[in-house]
């Protein structure tokens, strides 16, 4: 309500440069939606399933140590961290707080020292490596501040900026694909724990956190060979092309 406004041209806060910028823009921006979705391309790109996969393997592992640590301190240090809203909501605080701060530190490291390719792919491989390891270390855990602390680091990954590395006009696109298949391990990880944890032992427990390292450590396998970090050929566009799509009014269906 304080912010928003119709357009570029009524913000009284925009700078001359960027609203010069928006206005030289425009024309392009429109004439890319008449652009045909490369959708045979896209469903054919290893770079595109290195996102996927990694979307997958960090939902999978994040979901497991958040939603069940809860449960996992009930039955082995008997001790209810749903009642207690500070250590619940510890693991999701820190969460924020480290995107925030490595998000800056990565975009310093492109633009000094290395490629995009690389960034993505340390960011993403040493997130992976990181969780996977808290992951086996958890069931050996006792003391429930100490357990709280470990599952608090989260995944430091890079992969949710890939899409715009590699297809920034179908960004939105790749991310709404990867987002929609790494969803399945929220319906698919608290059944397979509740199969697997009948009498809350520890030996249960390690199977459940060991599972959820393991696709950790594919995902960065997976991301490290096949991630790519440049605009890929199938995501150019030739502007020139879409403006006289545009001019003869040409529609694709998305």
Same mark, same amino acid.
């Given at each position: 309500?304080?912010?928003?406004?119709? $357009?570029?041209?009524?913000?009284?806060?925009?700078?001359?440069? #960027?609203? &010069?910028?928006?206005?030289?823009?425009?024309?392009?921006?429109?004439?890319?939606?008449?652009?045909? &979705?490369?959708?045979?391309?896209?469903?054919?790109?290893?770079?595109?399933?290195?996102?996927?996969?990694?979307?997958?393997?960090?939902?999978?592992?994040?979901?497991? %140590?958040?939603?069940?640590?809860?449960?996992?301190?009930?039955?082995?240090?008997?001790?209810?961290?749903?009642?207690?809203?500070?250590?619940?909501?510890?693991?999701?605080?820190?969460?924020?707080?480290?995107?925030?701060? +490595?998000?800056?530190?990565? $975009?310093?490291? /492109? /633009? &000094?020292? %290395?490629?995009?390719?690389?960034? /993505?792919?340390?960011?993403?491989?040493?997130?992976?490596?990181? &969780?996977?390891?808290?992951? @086996?270390?958890?069931?050996?855990?006792?003391? #429930?501040?100490?357990?709280?602390?470990?599952?608090? *680091?989260? =995944?430091?990954?890079?992969?949710?900026?890939?899409?715009? $590395?590699? *297809?920034?006009?179908?960004?939105?696109?790749?991310?709404?694909?990867?987002?929609?298949?790494?969803?399945?391990?929220?319906?698919?990880?608290?059944?397979?724990?509740?199969?697997? +944890?009948?009498?809350?032992?520890?030996? #249960?427990? #390690?199977? @459940?956190?060991?599972?959820? *390292?393991?696709?950790?450590?594919?995902?960065?396998?997976?991301?490290?060979? %096949?991630?790519?970090?440049?605009?890929?050929?199938?995501?150019?566009?030739?502007?020139? +092309? *879409? =403006?006289?799509?545009?001019? =003869?009014?040409?529609?694709?269906?998305?």
């Amino acid at each position: 309500m304080i912010y928003i406004r119709k $357009d570029p041209a009524s913000d009284s806060r925009i700078s001359h440069e #960027e609203l &010069t910028y928006i206005r030289e823009n425009l024309e392009d921006l429109s004439a890319k939606k008449n652009l045909k &979705t490369p959708w045979k391309a896209i469903f054919s790109s290893s770079a595109v399933y290195a996102v996927i996969v990694a979307s997958f393997c960090d939902l999978w592992s994040r979901l497991t %140590f958040l939603t069940e640590i809860p449960n996992f301190l009930n039955s082995m240090v008997h001790n209810d961290l749903g009642t207690r809203g500070l250590f619940a909501a510890a693991p999701y605080l820190l969460c924020l707080l480290l995107t925030i701060a +490595v998000s800056p530190f990565l $975009d310093y490291l /492109r /633009r &000094t020292i %290395f490629s995009t390719k690389v960034v /993505r792919k340390l960011g993403t491989v040493f997130g992976f490596l990181v &969780t996977a390891t808290f992951l @086996v270390i958890i069931p050996n855990l006792r003391d #429930e501040k100490a357990t709280v602390a470990w599952v608090s *680091a989260v =995944t430091l990954v890079s992969y949710m900026s890939n899409p715009l $590395d590699i *297809a920034p006009n179908y960004a939105a696109i790749l991310t709404g694909i990867a987002q929609t298949i790494s969803s399945i391990p929220g319906i698919i990880s608290p059944f397979l724990t509740g199969v697997i +944890v009948q009498n809350g032992s520890q030996n #249960e427990w #390690e199977i @459940v956190f060991y599972i959820s *390292a393991g696709f950790c450590i594919f995902g960065a396998i997976f991301f490290a060979i %096949f991630a790519k970090g440049e605009v890929q050929e199938w995501a150019k566009i030739n502007l020139s +092309v *879409a =403006t006289e799509l545009q001019e =003869t009014q040409i529609s694709y269906p998305n």
